[in-house]
């Protein structure tokens, strides 16, 4: 009974404030933790818990198995996937955020060229698209940001490196789960089967955007629309000045001051 008076010696309301209190400073200590204003963090966090989540439930319970490769792959190909592998290489190793944007929408315009070659032209002008939107925009934002300073320590990049293999590894994984799943077609057929009768089109992809996926698509025809509001804003901002442009300038305003004046 002691131990109960002393806990509510001042009465239920004061435990209750001291809980509340309690409560409080847990979750501005969670939220200074995983809120902290670093980008770098955000995604570490999400991919890392990908990893863990997604990778733990196929480690679970699927079956696993590499699909069978019957050696028919022309030099064309191996030299797409090779440009893509070398375009990723180039994007983790250099210091120049330029370069690297570029470097990943070469991969990503190989990427479409691979929908192209297999098939696929509706998905190949989607991805050339938004890979020139992407482009565009990253050019436009890296102008108003300053340059790489020096590298990061190693146990950072060994980390980063980490979970970068980690979610290939996954991605991988999956893929390789979803082709050994046995494939089901009634949702092609039925599509196949109704484009015409039902929606009165004869292009099964256009009738899937503009009806079967009609709110989908007007979902994405929004998102393009502010995307599109987006890059007009940031190119109608003006360039911020780097460090060393406004060291020359101010060089050249204390050299104009200090030259005497000429007398005729």
Avoid at 180 to 185: A, E, F, K, S, Y
Wanted: contains cysteine; charged residues 15%; proline residues 3%.
């Amino acid at each position: 009974m002691q131990g109960l008076g002393t806990i509510f010696g001042a009465g239920p309301g004061r435990v209750f404030e001291r809980g509340l209190y309690e409560a409080t400073r847990f979750s501005k200590g969670i939220t200074r933790l995983f809120q902290n204003g670093q980008f770098r963090w955000y995604l570490f966090a999400i991919f890392t818990a990908i990893i863990v989540l997604v990778g733990g439930a196929l480690s679970t319970g699927a079956q696993v198995g590499w699909p069978a490769f019957d050696g028919d792959v022309a030099y064309y190909e191996f030299a797409l996937a090779g440009l893509i592998v070398l375009a990723a290489l180039v994007a983790v190793r250099t210091q120049d955020r330029f370069v690297a944007i570029l470097a990943l929408s070469v991969g990503g315009y190989g990427v479409a060229l691979i929908y192209l070659l297999f098939g696929a032209p509706d998905l190949a002008m989607t991805q050339f698209a938004i890979e020139t939107l992407t482009l565009i925009l990253l050019v436009i934002v890296i102008i108003h940001l300053p340059g790489i300073q020096g590298k990061e320590p190693l146990g950072v990049r060994l980390r980063d490196a980490t979970v970068a293999l980690g979610c290939g590894a996954l991605l991988t994984l999956i893929m390789s789960v979803i082709v050994d799943l046995p494939l089901d077609r009634r949702v092609s057929d039925f599509l196949a089967e109704n484009s015409y009768t039902e929606a009165q089109g004869h292009n099964i992809v256009n009738v899937i955007l503009v009806d079967f996926r009609g709110v989908d698509t007007m979902g994405e025809i929004t998102v393009l629309t502010i995307a599109a509001i987006g890059v007009y804003v940031l190119m109608r901002m003006p360039r911020q000045k780097g460090a060393d442009e406004r060291v020359e300038e101010e060089d050249v305003e204390v050299t104009q001051d200090a030259t005497p004046p000429t007398s005729d």
